[in-house]
């Protein structure tokens, strides 16, 4: 675990705050996201970090960012760390951080589902719907859906669970042409990536973006179409009628289950097993992708 880092501390500079993951500091006109190794299962931190990380959430965001950005503005700026850290700091911090623009977050977050999987699949084998919309029957586990769907949610507090809600409900906290905005822009985003990463041998099942305003822009913040806000599984690997392993924390998520963890805080701590292949899997991604 040499090199993980779990938080981290810049002298002289405001931390905004501190998430699951990211470590925010106020740089006055800007902010700076700096992506630690935590990781969070069933939205409680775990108290071990998995090495590169954070470097891989970072070089995944970029990349996306600079693919993406035809379809709509992003957060990244061409401001080096260097111009605003000392040296040595920014050496280490630089391969997991990024210098942002400021943005009023959307308090929706925009999910796409391509596949039934997961809560949805559950939601389905009940109702035959997922989020309320009607799918066709006799669809099983994993199966591609007919298209792509978009299934907002809350965007809840730290330690709290996000809900699933309807489009009307996204239509009511956002204004009718916002949310309009942000599902199609979802819906693009998604078409994009997916079929990106099915080229390079990983199914992005389901994904989660974030979106914000500046001066009345919507733009994409947080992260794009990483292991921490993704369902990925290799094509490979894939059929239906199980869950198909993943590239994602799901490694992690399927261990913790498996002690029989209340899933409330404190979480155990993870085995050198489950860190060093739960770190591979993240690097396997990044290099797959780009």
């Not at 099942?205 to 990483?226: H, N, P, R, S, Y």
């Not at 913790?256 to 860190?275: C, F, I, Q, Y």
């Amino acid at each position: 675990m040499a090199g993980a880092i779990f938080e981290s501390s810049i002298d002289g500079v405001t931390l905004a705050f501190r998430g699951k993951v990211r470590d925010v500091y106020d740089l006055g006109d800007h902010l700076l996201i700096v992506t630690s190794d935590r990781l969070s299962a069933f939205d409680v931190v775990l108290p071990t970090p998995i090495p590169d990380k954070g470097r891989v959430l970072t070089a995944l965001s970029k990349f996306w960012f600079e693919k993406t950005g035809r379809l709509v503005a992003n957060q990244m700026t061409d401001r080096k760390l260097s111009d605003v850290l000392p040296g040595e700091v920014a050496a280490e911090l630089e391969d997991r951080s990024m210098i942002v623009r400021k943005a009023d977050a959307l308090q929706v977050e925009a999910v796409v589902r391509g596949y039934l999987v997961g809560s949805g699949w559950a939601e389905y084998q009940k109702s035959g719907t997922v989020c309320g919309i009607a799918l066709p029957e006799g669809l099983e586990q994993a199966a591609k859906l007919p298209e792509p769907i978009f299934t907002p949610s809350t965007k809840a507090p730290q330690g709290e669970h996000d809900e699933n809600i309807s489009f009307a409900q996204a239509e009511e906290i956002l204004g009718a042409d916002r949310a309009r905005e942000v599902r199609d822009l979802s819906l693009q985003l998604y078409d994009l990536g997916a079929r990106w990463a099915e080229e390079r041998g990983i199914i992005i099942a389901d994904t989660k973006f974030e979106f914000g305003v500046v001066d009345g822009e919507i733009i994409l913040i947080d992260e794009v179409m990483t292991p921490d806000s993704s369902r990925f599984w290799p094509k490979e690997e894939y059929r239906t009628g199980i869950s198909p392993p993943s590239f994602d924390k799901q490694y992690v998520r399927d261990y913790l289950s498996s002690t029989g963890w209340n899933k409330e805080p404190p979480a155990p701590s993870l085995p050198d097993e489950v860190v060093e292949k739960t770190s591979a899997k993240y690097r396997q991604a990044l290099e797959q992708l780009t």
